[in-house]
Each structure stands twice: as C-alpha cells, then as structure tokens.
C-alpha cells in the first residue's frame, strides 16, 4: 500500500494526498507540493500513513519540499495582494454593469492565476469582465460562481447552536443532507428551525442519522399492534435515544415503555 500525507490549502478545505518521499514529515507542517493548479502551499494535517490503493487518485504526485520563512512572506503577500484584487473586482463588476457579489478572492502560491469566487442570482456573461481583470493583473483570470453553501464555508459565521459553522472549521466536503433525516429524529419541520446561515438543511442533521436508523430498526413500527403489561395497544410513536416506544391502549390512554416490554401481536 503506498504511504502518503494529507494536505489541505484552505482552512476546512478538503484534504489530497501527496507523496511524503524522502522528507520526515509531521501534521502541522507547512509544505509545498505540485498540484493542478501548479505550485502550492499547504499544510499537512495527516501524518504520513498507508492507505488503499483505491484511496489515492493516480498520479501520486510528490510533495517538493518543507516550506521555507521566504514561503511563508510569499503567502502573506499574496494576502495584501488579494484585499487590493477584490476591491478592484468590485470596481470592474460595477463599470460593466454585472449583478455579482464577490465572496473571497485567492491568488495562487505562484501568483500564477487569480481566482475569484462569486455568487449571483443567475448565469452571468463576464467574458468582457476577465478580459478587462487580465489587463489589469498580467496574469490568469478565472471566475467561479458558488452556491449559498460554498459561500457559507468561505465566510463563516456563528450557528444556530452558537458555535462556528462546522463547514468553517472541519468539514471537508458537504454531504446530502435530507429532510428525511430531520422527520426520524423528530424535528420541527419549521425551515427557520432546520436550516442554517446559507439557507439550506443543517449539516449536522447528518450526524446522528445514522443512529436514529439503527435504534428505529429495533422498535415496533409506527401503527403497530402490540402486547404491553397494561394490555393490548397501538404504537403512536418511536424514542429511539430513549429505546423506548408510546403505546396507545384500547381505553385510549397512552403511556411510554422500553423496547423489551412491548410484544408485537401476531
């Protein structure tokens, strides 16, 4: 199996995989690596270690060296050069007339290309515009519309539960989520009480999912008949942290009970 480290290039960004070679290498360190986008800097936040083939996109490319303080000066003024690049983006954008909103902007380690990520309402045409940027910067252009989740990731903020959005902090990638998962755990299906800052489902609906899956799994089913100490019934509804189901009897009065002291009626 090859080994390899995990590098990621922006904070909750997703992680790839690189070739450790022959360098001694720690989670935490700075590094820079080839990518497709050309030269790189990032960190490694996983240590060197043996994954499946079928874990690492081929070709495997290897990380160049460990970052050096002129790299590190390199990334921060390529930080000052970024602020200057969105405020002339908002200039352009506004003299051509586009409806965009500029979300973040990122040169690339080299300062071979200058990425900027926007959201709009619709397809925008700003072809005029990157001409017009390219002129400005002698460099490569490319402009990336983003959805409402992306942005969120990009510009953080504070959740409904007072936290930093799990997107901003330690979400790779985004995973479905569905309003399946918020009707089996519950859930007020109100979308101010289950959606988040980008307007759509919480990500965090998904953490329990899979639990709640599990627990159903070895509760009667809604609409069951059952056997109780009190007598026969019909499950209302499922506990499924508590393990427990309510049962409503034939004198209509409704109680809770574990799991084990429902039969089903055969």
Known sequence: MPVVVGVRFKKAGKVYYFDPGEESLASGEKVIVETARGIEFGEIVRAPREVAEGEVVAPLKRVIRKATQEDVAQVESNEGKERDAGRIFQ??????????????????????????YFTADGRVDFRELVRDLASVFKTRIELRQIGVRDQA???????????????????GDFEPVSIRMAKEQNLSLNPTKISGLCGRLMCCLRYESEHYEDARATL???????????GE??????????????????????????????????
């Open 233 to 266: 019934g019909r499950v209302i509804s499922q506990n499924p942290l508590r393990n427990t189901v309510n049962v409503e009897l034939e004198n209509k009065r409704q109680i809770e009970l574990p799991a084990e002291e429902v039969e089903l009626k055969r």
């Open 153 to 171: 990731k990009l510009l953080g903020g504070i959740g409904s539960c007072g936290r930093t959005l799990c997107c901003a902090t330690f979400l």
């Open 91 to 116: 200039e352009k954008v506004s003299a051509h007339g586009l409806e965009m909103h500029l979300v973040d902007v990122e040169y690339t380690f080299d300062g071979s290309k200058i990425l900027f």
């Open 220 to 230: 009667p089913e809604m609409g069951s008949q059952v056997l109780t100490i009190e």
